[in-house]
């Protein structure tokens, strides 16, 4: 007997409390004392819920996302987005591209150049229409990690002329409005960089002075550090609506709790995720609020739809990497957001009755103050949980029986709705976001058997399910024989599928000075090096394919629109790409408007193979083909071999690629790869 509760084991359920026969009376004297935690509104509520969500870019996180076909693209957006089905997501938050490297590739910007905009490029505008179409609630937020090279006037520094860059951040945020009728309400500073207190307080300005007062901004997405700069400015705390911090191991300081601002884990999980990712953010969903009182938590990255040879590879709350096949996974981490999600909303209020269970785990308990209550539960053990940072100091934890008194306005609560999901590392059958029979409170009271590595939520609400469609095609790998001729006449996103830029930015150009066959083609657009937030390369690149491929041909039509100094590659076994590029090896095939060819080992163009005269120039087209196989490399120009049997020890595999050698105007048409 728990806290007056008589309890029974309901079929697959553990102990939980039920009014039942003297029966069952025995079965709950053999649990052992266990320990009572109290639901209480009397004294009052804790801080008001703010949402869970997901982040798309830092960067091309959902780049391979948009080539999807239907109907499995929209059935992944279902599963992100769509209220009462899968993660429900209650956030988005997106990179607003600056053109450079920023995890796993990069993103294109609004304004390439200053006298430049355009609101249709890339794809998180599209991905925001779409998570707003299924919930039209959703929380929008951008924040930039890189910015076009004109913003800094020549600096890779984008604070020194604080007018310029908050003028470009605001164009974007009025551009979604524009042409997309999305409307942001939280925009970020630098992500994961310095903050600068005058470019904080002239963004707070700009955005007031053209009518976005309602716009918040989130600052600064680092460390907790801003805060004390708050405390001791009170201009700067008047402009900062939120305190966002990265991967706060669920802990906040002082100082940030002492700003009275709401306090966001902005950034969080970038776990693999596997079954084990999914404990990890079980527990900072809890923990975050329990130990350091945040009120939403984003996730890094939304959906891992990038090359999982990448940086980060599988770092999302679900998988969608193969396009071509048309397979997705629905990973845990989805099930788990749905236990918070589907039983909140943002404008809920935590109670002051959270904490810590006795032996390990935790609990969080909400209302929307109309009398409803979600009680999430979780206990998972420390080596199924860790997530990729912070370090997780050691616990113990432990199966423990746990009685709940409901108090305050709950007490009248007579049923809760059960759901629970059971990692079951042991016998690695998972159960993930199971409903169970409700369960009837005695005297405002329930008991629960909680073992290791569970997620329970207990809920006035009614409306959740797991949503399902038919199982997706089977994984598969890239096709051995790909082409891209490039020719549409209206494309529905800027960028040629599964190209993923990894350096430079690569759009589909329409080329009407060329009245023969190269009316369409892509061309990659950037003129200057952008204000970085990694060390991209020198040269631009784009990388394709199978990261295991090894024998291939790769071939494509080029064309360099620099006189002087224009030079452009195609490439194979191409070994890095993100944060990496710099280092990049692999065999690049190159010419250049001066009229002479190279082939070296590395993009850097360093280590040399082969070189010689090509004839090529500028406004010319050229056809590149490039040959690999075993430790031997072949190129042709035009159909006429140009050089062959270079040697090749490494790589052994890589991706496909086009670049060029500087940050320069160029053509790619007509690209092809056969691979053996």
């Known amino acids: ?95 607003i591209g600056g053109d450079a ?8 910007s609004h304004m390439h150049y200053e006298n430049d905009e355009n609101y249709f490029r890339g794809y998180e505008w599209w991905l925001m229409k779409e998570a707003k179409k299924r919930n039209p609630n959703i929380t929008l937020i951008g924040l930039p990690w890189a910015f076009p090279g004109w913003v800094g006037r020549g600096k890779n520094w984008p604070y020194d002329f604080p007018d310029i860059t908050a003028a470009y951040v605001v164009n974007w945020i009025l551009g979604a409005k524009q ?96 079954d084990t990712g999914g404990g ?70 935590y109670l002051q009755t959270v904490g810590h269970l006795t ?50 306005s709950f007490v009248s609560i007579k049923e809760l709705q059960v759901w629970r999901s059971q990692f079951n590392f042991k016998t690695k059958k998972p159960s993930f976001f199971e409903k169970l029979p409700p369960l009837k409170l005695v005297d405002g009271s329930f008991t629960l058997h909680l073992d290791e590595d569970e997620v329970y939520t207990l809920t006035t609400i009614t409306t959740g399910q797991k949503g399902s469609y038919p199982d997706p095609p089977p994984s598969a790998r890239f096709p051995k024989v790909y082409k891209d001729n490039f020719d549409v006449r209206t494309p529905p996103f800027s960028e040629a599928p599964l190209f993923a830029d990894q350096t430079g930015v690569f759009e589909y150009y329409n080329n009407l000075t060329d009245p023969g ?72 095939f190159w010419v250049f408007a001066d009229g002479k060819y190279k082939v070296s080992n590395d993009l850097a163009g360093q280590t040399v193979l082969a070189e010689g005269l090509s004839g090529t120039k500028a406004y010319d087209w050229n056809t590149l083909s490039l040959t690999v196989k075993g430790q031997y490399a072949s190129g042709q120009l035009n159909g006429y071999t140009l050089w062959k049997s270079a040697v090749v020890l490494n790589p052994k595999t890589g991706w496909a690629a086009i670049g060029t050698q500087s940050f320069e105007l160029a053509q790619f048409d007509n690209f092809s790869v056969l691979s053996e």
């Open 1 to 95: 007997m728990f806290g007056g509760v008589r309890c029974s084991r309901m079929a697959g359920m553990g102990f939980v409390s039920l009014a039942v026969s003297i029966v069952g009376l025995g079965l709950c004297s053999s649990l052992g004392s266990g320990q009572n935690y109290f639901l209480d509104d009397t004294a009052g509520l804790g801080r008001v819920f703010d949402g869970i969500g997901g982040l798309s870019g830092g960067g091309a996180t959902s780049r391979l996302l948009v080539s999807y076909a239907e109907p499995h693209r929209s059935r992944i957006l279902d599963f992100l987005f769509k209220p009462n089905f899968g993660a429900s997501l209650q956030i988005l938050k997106v990179e």
């Open 101 to 108: 490297q920023t995890t796993d590739g990069t993103e294109a």
């Open 179 to 274: 042409y997309h009728d999305l409307d942001i309400q939280y925009i970020g500073i630098w992500n994961e960089r310095i903050f600068d207190i005058k470019y904080i307080k002239v963004l707070r300005n700009t955005l007031d002075k053209v009518g976005l007062s309602g716009v918040g901004i989130v600052a600064a997405d680092g460390n907790w550090s801003i805060s004390q700069s708050m405390i001791t400015d009170p201009h700067l705390n008047d402009s900062v609506e939120v305190v966002g911090a990265h991967y706060p191991g669920t802990h906040t300081v002082t100082e940030a709790l002492k700003t009275g601002k709401k306090l966001w884990s902005s950034e969080d999980y970038s776990t693999f995720n596997s």
């Open 280 to 349: 990890c953010w079980a527990r900072i969903l809890n923990q975050n609020y329990v130990n350091g009182f945040m009120t939403a938590t984003i996730s890094w990255n939304l959906v891992a739809s990038y090359y999982e040879d990448l940086p980060f590879g599988r770092d999302g709350l679900m998988t969608a990497e193969e396009p071509w096949s048309g397979n997705y996974v629905v990973e845990s981490p989805i099930w788990i957001t749905a236990h918070t999600t589907q039983f909140t909303q943002p404008g809920w209020t």
């Open 359 to 408: 032996q390990g785990g935790s609990y969080v308990a909400l209302t929307d103050g109309k009398g409803n209550l979600t009680v999430v539960i979780e206990t998972m053990t420390h080596d199924h949980s860790a997530c990729i940072r912070p370090p997780l100091p050691p616990f113990n934890l432990t199966s423990q029986n746990a009685t709940f008194q409901l108090k305050g």
């Open 517 to 588: 066959p190269h009316v369409f083609t892509l061309r990659q657009v950037l003129t200057e090096r952008p204000i970085t937030w990694v060390a991209d390369a020198d040269q631009t690149i784009s990388v394709i394919g199978d990261y295991q491929w090894q024998n291939l041909t790769v071939t494509c039509d080029i064309y360099m629109e620099n006189v002087k100094s224009g030079g452009v590659f195609i490439a194979a076994r191409v070994d890095k790409g993100g944060q990496s590029i710099r280092t990049a090896n692999g065999v690049f």
